[in-house]
C-alpha cells in the first residue's frame, strides 16, 4: 500500500518516549544506511531493526513505537512494509516522521 510522502513543516521533535524511539531509530538509517530483505546489512539496518535492534520489543514505549510506526505506514507489519518491492528511503523516512507526530499526540 503506498501511502502519500509526508513533509513536516520542520524536522521532527520527540516529546515522548515512543517518540524519542522513533526518531533514533530513523537518525540510524539516515547515518548508516537502509536495507531491505535483511534485518542487517553491515551497519545498514531494515525500519525494524532499527527500530528494535534486539526484536524483543520489552519496553512498553518500543512497542508504542513500533505500534505508532504501523498505524503511520498504513496497518502493515513492519517487515512486509519494508521490503515491498519498489519502497524508497523517502517513504521509509516519511512514514518514520508521521509515525513521531503519531507517538506524540499519545498519552
Not at 539516515?30 to 531493526?49: D, H, S, V
Not at 521490503?83 to 521509509?92: A, N, S
Request: proline share 7%; charged share 20%.
Amino acid at each position: 500500500m503506498r501511502h502519500e510522502t509526508f513533509t513536516p513543516t520542520q524536522f521532527p521533535v520527540a516529546r515522548t518516549p515512543a517518540a524519542k524511539i522513533l526518531l533514533e531509530a530513523i537518525t540510524y538509517l539516515e547515518i548508516f544506511g537502509w536495507c531491505q530483505n535483511l534485518a542487517y546489512y553491515g551497519p545498514k539496518r531494515c525500519a525494524g531493526a532499527a527500530l528494535d535492534p534486539d526484536c524483543k520489543a520489552t519496553q512498553p514505549e518500543r512497542t508504542q513505537a513500533i505500534w505508532a510506526l504501523m498505524e503511520a505506514n498504513g496497518g502493515e507489519i513492519i517487515p512486509t512494509w519494508n521490503d515491498e518491492p519498489g519502497r524508497t528511503f523517502e517513504e521509509i523516512r516519511s512514514t518514520f516522521y508521521r509515525a513521531i507526530e503519531i507517538a506524540n499526540n499519545e498519552n
